[in-house]
């Protein structure tokens, strides 16, 4: 025998009550209706009073509780919806007529409702099988999903894009740039043109990759990027005056940037992006949802460090591009490494670089990847 | 087991004692007994004159304080962890269509565990409800979030007029969350109006901006007293009177404190540091870490600060007429010690304290709280508002304008 709370369907009404389970069927009986109750258990007789009379105002829905009928409520499971079983939670049982009784879980109840082997998602998050699979299998299956699906299902996506979609995508977004942080470019036009006849023979050479002829470069001065360079999906790449003017016009150099950024043209690398930072919003706000407050904002960071992994593999990706077409022209991958130092100079207030919060690999880290391949040739 | 325990001898310590060692669902009668009996001692008059205006408070004479007592939180740590764990997995491998099933048990989990005056709030929303809602939402985000990759413009667009939309998506989602909530077989409900929530989650903040944000604690407060005055319990709405003072106080505490913390940091920084740094090859990223240590701390104890003294105000201001008084004693030192710690846990645990930081902080809070349940409590009508609609609330709510109050 189990002490429960029945709720009326219709108001807050509370009965204090016992539940059995006699002959396969719930019995509940008022609790000061029940001789042997009172007997065993102390009962503030005042308070049963308070719940009788005010039940029994209730007029006709009220069949339990009234002084008059004492008779126990009969229930077969056909006529009970219970809850499933969770943790060591009251089972909530709802009766016919939105009825509720509300009573500690008890074997013998929980066999009734659930049957014999109980309902199996309570199965499992109570059995140490289950418990020490998921502490093993979570970690390893967020890993997987992350490190290795995500990225797959990424080029699956980017892939799908048609090239018109890229294409519109590129207009808006330079359009949008050259309304808010770029300006038109300040270089000489035939320092321009000169620089574009050099990049238009490294595209040439950058062959079979199905991109070449969707490259086009474009200057633009801007104050508030620096020396950069940026590449847009449908092959649209920007080069700042300021890069141009930290590396005195060199071509090389500048070629070894260009290759860079083609690199993420042929890698499909913006839309992969836009792919990954959307699952990785979505999983982390599905599996991890539901936190508040301060563990909130800490996910918004986990949020944007899986971001940056993602984005340090697409430069990783981008460098080696570049590094592997200079060697294919013959050329020097130091030239890589020497623009990306004298990026570096340049901006070395940056040297405060912790790679989990950046969306860019370690300077030093790329420079010796390029050397290390010139060393080699 | 002895028959019958006679409590009326016991002092009031002895009372609160055997209060808070009762195992209640085993014996629902001797607690309520204890704490009629604490009552009487705590307030005399209260229950001894029926139908006293002795309630200050109540706006009804007719209320008759029956019981006072905290929340109580029942919910274990290790309990919690496997629950979390499992539907964790459950999750993942389902590739999220679980996560829906899984945010149901743990609402019920804390739901369930949560007790006023012995009796349990429940959970009552349906997985498959939650599921096409998330469904919804999911094809609403990745399409607004592609869309923004492909044009920033559109995606500029898109991100006014959702700003516009915000009021929606608060009330379709406080009338989920609200209707989604049971205690003693009772539905909460949500009765605010698409217009009353454009005034205040949309007009008051533009209008505020324009003052310099003189005004936004005002709006601030208009914003909690729509949330609470459209908020009910059954067919009983709840009241409230905030006050502006006490949100211009929390307010400006916490920018002084954030103001205080650089002051201090940066002095600190500038003197300690100085000679450090320069003996470093690279100080930069020791600079760095000063700095997001800082804003952490700032953080930390400024939104702890406004939290506790807005949440303390709210609750001790809002009433249930003549069903329930309520009282919030939350204190800035250990809400800022809570959030601290529960951070570092997670941190050094990589994730898996996240059940206990949560078991945790709804101790916290259900031990902060104070209910004081009047007469009128046994009577609460139902209001039966069906149950159609609910995807569109459940999807509202997830596009994180999740409204909650302290």
Redesign the interface.
């Known amino acids: 025998m189990i002490?429960g709370?029945l709720?009326?369907?219709?108001?807050?009404?509370?009965t204090?009550v016992t539940a059995s389970i006699e002959d396969d069927a719930l019995v509940i009986r008022l609790?000061n209706g029940d001789k042997r109750v009172k007997?065993?258990?102390?009962?503030?007789t005042s308070?049963?009073e308070?719940?009788a009379n005010?039940t029994a105002d209730k007029g006709e829905s009220v069949d339990i509780g009234s002084s008059e009928s004492n008779e126990p409520l009969r229930f077969q499971q056909s006529d009970v919806n219970a809850?499933s079983k969770?943790?060591?939670?009251?089972r909530?049982i709802t009766l016919p007529n939105?009825?509720?009784l509300?009573c500690?879980p008890s074997p013998l109840l929980d066999q009734w409702l659930d049957g014999g082997a109980g309902s199996r998602?309570s199965q499992?998050?109570?059995k140490k099988p289950?418990?020490i699979?998921?502490?093993l299998?979570?970690?390893l299956?967020?890993y997987v999903?992350f490190v290795q699906g995500m990225p797959w299902a990424a080029v699956k996506f980017a892939n799908q894009i048609p090239y018109s979609?890229k294409s519109?995508?590129s207009q808006?977004?330079l359009?949008?740039l050259d309304y808010s942080m770029l300006e038109p470019s300040t270089l000489p036009n035939l320092q321009r043109e000169q620089l574009m006849v050099g990049f238009d023979s490294v595209v040439k050479q950058v062959s079979g990759l199905g991109i070449e002829n969707n490259i086009r470069v474009h200057f633009r001065d801007s104050n508030l990027i620096g020396p950069n360079a940026f590449a847009l999906p449908d092959g649209t790449i920007v080069f700042t005056d300021d890069l141009v003017t930290l590396v005195d016009g060199d071509q090389a150099l500048l070629d070894a940037i260009l290759l860079h950024e083609i690199g993420h043209v042929a890698q499909n690398h913006?839309?992969q992006m836009?792919a990954e930072?959307?699952f990785a919003?979505?999983?982390i706000?599905?599996?991890?949802?539901?936190?508040?407050?301060?563990?909130e904002?800490?996910m918004g960071i986990g949020s944007s460090v899986v971001q940056n992994q993602y984005s340090q593999k697409h430069e990783w990706q981008a460098d080696n591009f570049a590094i592997e077409q200079l060697k294919l022209m013959q050329r020097d991958p130091a030239d890589f490494a020497d623009v990306m130092r004298k990026l570096s100079n340049e901006t070395d207030?940056?040297?405060?670089?912790?790679s989990w919060f950046q969306s860019h690999p370690l300077t030093k880290a790329r420079i010796e990847n390029a050397e290390s391949a010139a060393y080699h040739d | 087991m002895s028959s019958n325990i006679d409590y009326s001898t016991y002092s009031l310590e002895e009372l609160k004692q055997a209060r808070a060692t009762i195992d209640e669902i085993e014996h629902p009668e001797r607690a309520q007994e204890l704490e009629e009996r604490i009552v009487k001692f705590e307030l005399p008059e209260a229950s001894s004159t029926e139908a006293s205006s002795t309630i200050a408070t109540s706006p009804v004479a007719t209320a008759r304080v029956l019981r006072k007592g905290k929340v109580s939180f029942h919910g274990k740590a290790s309990e919690f962890f496997s629950i979390w764990i499992v539907n964790l997995l459950l999750s993942i491998v389902t590739l999220g269509i679980y996560s829906a099933w899984a945010k149901v048990r743990t609402n019920r989990y804390f739901y369930g565990n949560t007790d006023i005056d012995g009796h349990r709030f429940s959970y009552l929303a349906n997985p498959l409800q939650i599921l096409k809602g998330r469904i919804i939402a999911v094809c609403l985000f990745a399409s607004y979030f592609i869309l923004s990759a492909v044009s920033p413009i559109a995606g500029a667009v898109m991100v006014l007029a959702l700003m516009l939309l915000t009021p929606f998506m608060i009330v379709l989602g406080q009338r989920f969350s609200m209707r989604m909530t049971g205690y003693r077989n009772v539905r909460f409900k949500f009765n605010g109006g698409f217009g009353g929530a454009f005034v205040v989650f949309v007009v008051l903040p533009i209008v505020s901006m324009f003052t310099l944000y003189l005004m936004l604690p005002w709006a601030l407060k208009k914003i909690d007293e729509y949330l609470v005055d459209e908020s009910a319990f059954g067919d009983i709405r709840f009241t409230t009177k905030l006050s502006t003072g006490s949100y211009y106080l929390a307010s400006l505490g916490a920018v002084g404190i954030v103001v205080a913390v650089f002051i201090v940091g940066a002095s600190v920084m500038g003197f300690g540091f100085s000679s450090l740094i320069e003996t470093l090859e690279n100080g930069a990223p020791l600079v760095m870490l000063a700095l997001l240590g800082m804003y952490l701390i700032a953080f930390a104890i400024s939104s702890s600060f406004y939290t506790a003294l807005i949440r303390n105000h709210i609750y001790e201001n809002s009433e249930i007429p003549n069903v329930a008084q309520f009282n919030s004693n939350v204190g800035v030192m250990p809400l800022v010690w809570l959030r601290t710690t529960n951070v570092i846990a997670i941190v050094l645990s990589l994730g898996f304290a996240i059940p206990w930081a949560k078991i945790r902080s709804a101790h916290f809070f259900a031990n902060a709280t104070e209910v004081t349940v009047l007469s009128g409590i046994d009577s609460v009508t139902s209001v039966n508002t069906g149950s159609v609609g609910a995807t569109a609330e459940e999807a509202a709510t997830l596009f994180d304008v999740d409204v909650a109050l302290g």
């Open positions: 002490h709370q709720y009326q369907s219709n108001d807050s009404a509370v204090l609790l007997d065993e258990r102390c009962v503030t308070q049963l308070i719940d005010v809850k969770l943790g060591n939670l009251p909530e939105d009825r509720l509300v500690s998602i499992m998050e109570t289950w418990l699979a998921s502490v299998l979570v970690p299956l967020l999903i979609i519109l995508a808006h977004t359009s949008a913006s839309m836009v930072s959307l919003t979505l999983a706000s599905y599996f991890f949802g539901d936190l508040s407050g301060a563990i904002s800490f207030q940056q040297g405060a670089e912790n």
